[in-house]
């Protein structure tokens, strides 16, 4: 709805506009996009004092929002009269559209719903009436800040303070520009002047707060939101909020709590505040107030999904407590989805099978085809009854509603197979669930050719920081590895299989070839690795890197320039890897076209690591965990004594089970060409043939 009421306030229906507007605002009163969406409609229809109402109250919704600061802004400064502003930021003025101010006023609401070619038409019209006034330049600074180009806009305001250096809004739409660029310090002293020159200005200090807060300085911020909290009319639930998340990270958790407090009485269902409580209370070792200040909130916010989340929160899994809590939730929403998942997994969790499938039955009659209830009944057929889990998988497939629907029941159905002992239906299903996704997925890395000629190895420094790289072939469980490690050691980097992976050559398969051919020099791939560590958040360089890749080529660099750096492979029979690919992916998606043409790729690849270990081309270890897999005891246990490290005593169980060691001998037939040419490499790595 937000962007129809801007499409409308651009073709000039503002009539129309306000009308959505307030629609939106009344349906959504604590929506913080609405209430600025309706002070752009009002503004635009005339009502200055109105749209400042509402602007402000989406200041108050959302107190750190610089967007909302930054529609404040361009509000006050249509409201030009110097003497207006110095006293408030200025108040609406008689307009007189033959006058400078109209004009002014006009190409502040283009700013506001976004047209900056209405503004700029609108600026050269006032220019025309006063080409020197100061505030021309509040206006070029803001339509080079709408567009992008935030430098631009520090010159421009900069000259002209130099002319009125107590122009509360220049100073303003400064602030803005030095934000935009990241300039926080900046960006905070001239939000300060502005509050020193405009001290009506309040809703300033919450922004203040934040750059405080986002340069690192939470108990400043925390003292910057005083003058705000102080007055009654102003402590809104959100400052309440915000204030208690800054006294949290200057790790000052009773103090948090009593802001908290008072923001949970103001909205006791918002999740930013109970997730803030929640850690309050974690830290002061309160459960019992944390209870009983939610049961409070309950008592009067029954219908809160998050509140009863966080009460859950508070309970150990299993335990009678959580259980109890259940109830009540499920007493008082009967309908919610979520809560009778919660009460089916909590039935998992104490064994009863009856209980937790009789609850999945009650969720498909609430939501019909819902997978988490699907998943369970199929979970329980396939232990007990392999051939009534494909029975069922079947008739659940004419029911798929889309492709992802159906590709998870077909997922299910090779798993039932499998069970069942059909392997040739399994294979047949997995082969074509991975041919389907192909065109999506990665394709893999072409090995480089065995060579025998490598550079010399560096000389060993004592005192340089402990560098392991970890790497696994799909199949190879190395995920679970990685999964465990980081729970245990902060020097565990799994951020190349995430959003935003670090930009250096071991992020790259096409590093292989530029190493190959001269492009990459050794030492630039070394030296841009370092270069990323400190965005990585390791400045010190000690690290456990989880590579997307292996190829020996790496070794012409890391041979000569790290010569101390472990490489830690983890390793299955490549006969289970190729089946564990098959039917449960990998963590990198690569492309697998059919079971043949994978087992070839994997081959090279592995015979790269057969390479390395038997010419001990590099310090390594082979990591095998065929047996300890799903044993998280057994495989910390492995890890160290292989980084070495001292790690603590994890969960015996760490995730789903996978196959058993050696299952791909079921497959032996149905995958007879595949493993065909895996055998030799895995006799190498010291699996037997057969």
Known sequence: MHEQILDLLRSGETDAALQQARVAASATPDDAGAQRMLALALQQAGDDAAARAAIERAIELAPDDPEAHFDLAALLFAERRQDAAQAALGRSIALDPNQFDAYLIQAQLALGRGDLDEAERQRKLAARVDDEHPHLAAIDGMLALRRGDGERAQVILATALQRTPDDPQLLYALGFAYLQLGHLAFAE??????????????????????????????????????????????????????????????????????????????????????????????????????????????????????????????????????????????????????????????????????????????????????????????????????????????????????????????????????????????????????????????????????????????????QSPRTTLLWGAPGSGVERVAGLLAGMLPALRSDRFGPRPPKDPFQRFAAIGELQDGTLAPEQLVSRWREALGERGLPDGQIIDWLPYWDNLLLLALRPHLPSTQLLVVLRDPRDMLLDWLAFGAPLPLALTSATEAARWMSSVLAQVADLHDADLHPHHLLRVDESLDDGIALARQLGEALPANLPIPPKEIGPARFPTGHWRDYRDALADAFALLAPVAVRLGYPAD
């Open 189 to 462: 002293q001239a939000f300060r002047k502005v509050i020193e020159r405009v001290p009506a200005a309040v809703n300033l200090h919450a922004l203040v707060a934040d750059l405080l807060r986002q340069q690192g300085r939470p108990a400043d911020a925390a003292e910057a939101m005083a003058p705000l909290l102080a007055d009654p009319a102003k402590a809104t639930p959100g400052l309440a909020r915000l204030a208690g998340e800054l006294e949290l990270e200057a790790n000052r958790p009773q103090a948090a709590i009593a802001h908290l407090r008072q923001a949970l009485a103001g909205k006791p269902d918002d999740p930013r505040v109970l997730r803030a409580a929640l850690e309050a209370w974690r830290r002061l070792g309160d459960a019992d107030d944390a209870r009983a200040t939610l049961d409070a909130a309950l008592a009067t916010t029954r219908e809160s999904r998050d509140l009863w989340q966080a009460r859950l929160a508070l309970e150990a899994p299993g335990s009678a407590g959580a259980g109890e809590v259940i109830e009540r939730w499920l007493s008082a929403m009967p309908v919610s989805v979520e809560a009778h998942e919660l009460r089916m997994a909590d039935r998992i969790l104490r064994n009863d099978v009856a209980g937790a499938n009789e609850t999945a039955a009650k969720i498909l009659e609430l939501e019909p085809g819902r997978y988490s209830a699907e998943l369970r009944l199929f979970q329980d057929l396939l232990e007990r009854d392999p051939a009534a889990a494909v029975a069922r998988c079947e008739s659940l497939l004419p029911q798929a509603q889309d492709t992802q629907s159906r590709a998870r029941i077909e997922a299910w159905l090779a798993l039932a197979h499998d069970r069942a002992g059909q392997p040739v239906q399994a294979v047949s299903l997995w082969q074509s669930l991975h041919a389907a996704q192909s065109g999506q997925r990665i394709a893999p890395w072409t090995a480089s050719a065995a060579r025998e000629n490598w550079p010399e190895p560096g000389t060993i420094d004592a």
